[in-house]
């Protein structure tokens, strides 16, 4: 007669339902198992094994969005002959790419936690690729100013998306740092050569730079398809769904916002300008109160207790009013003023955003001796300090060269210094799962700022530049003022 076979308990090791058995997938404590919680497509989970592949492809995608974003710079007299613009509305060619940035920055950080950073990230670089192709066929100043409101939202899926690539690739330490110093010395270096490529290509036709950007674009969305890390597994949770009711408030609210900062130039006083604004102060409303009561909200309001987050976001918005504001306009002013051709007032932006991008780079070093809060004062009072030395200089047709230089190149030291701390805020500042829409966050707070910033100093320039550079002095030195009086107190 033949004997049962022992069977083994559920407590010996080789028990296929031991509760323990290391072999297990399954189990919530296996290194292979998702995380609880995780979202399809979230990196988070799985940090990606290629972090210098990912901060390449992140990088070369945020310099691109940046020279799309100030490539206008330097062809806005073309484009507005070819468009036949009027003086009134030629702020709005430089104002729809933050437009769209502003606008949904925070809808994109947060579909990029919710649904994946890296399909964010790379659906973004192609748009962006789509739309600034598209905007270098369009016809008049209506069509270009939507292809760059476009670009602006393709635009904010990178940026948003980037940076938590990057926090996912990098979780801390030195890596973390110099990695944000690369991604700071991208935003750096795509200001630089936005004008220069403008300036080169628009000696030929203003509408070349567009088409090669968006080319460029194009394929380096191709590459990160193939470079970037995809998640290691999917979890079994659906995502979270988005804040759509955020996003309804919040856009509209950030639009009416910087419309009335464009209209502005025209007269503040008109009643399209108030009504304008008080729809944003109502919609903006409206937003904190929804946040308030979704169960995932597009900004956890509570992070503002939090100083790192409140630094990064006001430092985030006085560098695009003091710095990117005037900066914006300095081409346009030097060309104006001392009747400079385009293609040399765009290599005198390269001292400004050369040394800004060099800086960032180097940035890495400080990070043991100067906390970000610090770093960004510091790069506030040197902004400040270059183009203080500025005045007088901007629109003589004898232009005193040393102090020119000298303080483009001050200016632009204190540029790479802000640029670098504040990515790195914007990740450290919030929990690890949120880092794109920390991002996103932070983004926010400088578009705002510079869209705001340029409307300002087109409207001060309009008495002579001397009047805008003060004003970006100023605006500096409260940011430094600021960042210092709001950093953690250890």
């Known amino acids: 007669m033949r ?6 308990h559920p407590d010996r090791p080789d028990h ?24 399809p497509g979230d990196a988070s989970a799985h940090p990606p094994a290629r972090g210098p592949a990912t901060l390449a492809v992140t990088a070369l995608a945020t310099a691109l969005a940046l020279m799309n974003y100030t490539a206008p710079m330097l062809t806005l007299p073309a484009m507005a002959e070819a468009f036949g613009t009027p003086s009134s509305a030629q702020a709005w060619l430089l104002n729809g790419t933050p437009l769209g940035l502003a606008a949904l920055l925070l809808v994109a950080g947060a579909l990029a936690d919710a649904h994946g950073r890296r399909r964010v990230f790379l659906l973004g670089t192609l748009a962006l690729g789509v739309t600034t192709a598209l905007g270098a066929f369009a016809g008049s100043t209506a069509l270009f100013t939507a292809a760059r409101i ?10 948003a998306g980037s940076l938590g690539l990057l926090a996912d690739a990098y979780p801390s330490g030195r890596d973390r740092v110099r990695a944000t110093g690369v991604w700071g010395a991208a935003v ?87 009504l304008l604004l008080l729809a944003s102060a109502a919609l903006t409303a409206l937003f904190l109160l929804v946040e308030r009561r979704v169960a995932r909200p597009m900004i956890d309001l509570g992070l503002l ?27 346009a002013m030097i060309q104006r003023g001392a009747g400079m051709a385009p293609l040399v007032a765009a290599w005198l932006f390269v001292l400004w955003s050369g040394t800004s991008f060099v800086v960032a780079l180097q940035a890495r070093r400080l990070s043991g001796r100067l906390s970000a809060p610090h770093q ?25 060269w040393p102090r020119l230089i000298a303080g483009l190149v001050v200016a632009g030291a204190g540029s790479g210094l802000l640029n670098a701390a504040l990515p790195r805020l914007a990740v450290d500042s919030v929990p690890p799962e949120r880092a794109a829409m920390g991002s996103g ?9 510079s869209a705001a910033g340029v409307a300002l100093m087109l409207a001060l320039s309009g008495s002579g530049p001397d009047a805008a550079v003060v004003a970006s002095a100023v605006l500096a030195l409260a940011g430094a ?10």
């Open 441 to 449: 966050a932070n983004n926010t707070a400088r578009y705002i700022g």
């Open 3 to 8: 004997t049962a076979q022992p069977q083994p």
């Open 150 to 159: 476009a670009q602006g939202a393709a635009s904010a899926a990178i940026l």
């Open 481 to 490: 003022v600021l960042t210092v009086a709001g950093s953690p107190r250890r």
């Open 376 to 400: 960004l004062a510091v790069g506030f009072v040197l902004s400040a300090a270059g183009v203080l030395a500025l005045l007088g200089a901007l629109d003589s047709p004898d232009l005193p």
């Open 305 to 331: 207790r939090r100083p790192e987050f409140r630094v990064s976001a006001v430092g985030a918005l006085f560098t695009g009013l003091a710095v990117i504001g005037l900066f914006s306009v300095v081409p």
């Open 16 to 39: 296929p339902d031991r509760p323990d058995r290391p072999d297990r997938p399954d189990r919530p404590d296996h290194p292979d198992t998702p995380a609880r919680g995780t979202r």
């Open 188 to 274: 750096s270096g795509g200001i630089a050569l936005g004008p220069l490529l403008a300036g080169a290509l628009g000696l030929v036709d203003w509408r070349l730079a567009y088409v090669a950007l968006g080319a460029a674009a194009v394929l380096t969305a191709a590459a990160g398809t193939r470079t970037l890390a995809r998640p290691a597994a999917e979890p079994r949770t659906a995502p979270a769904r988005p804040d759509l009711a955020g996003a309804a408030t919040l856009a509209p609210a950030l639009g009416a916002l910087l419309t009335a900062l464009t209209l502005g130039r025209d007269g503040w006083l008109r009643p399209v300008i108030g």
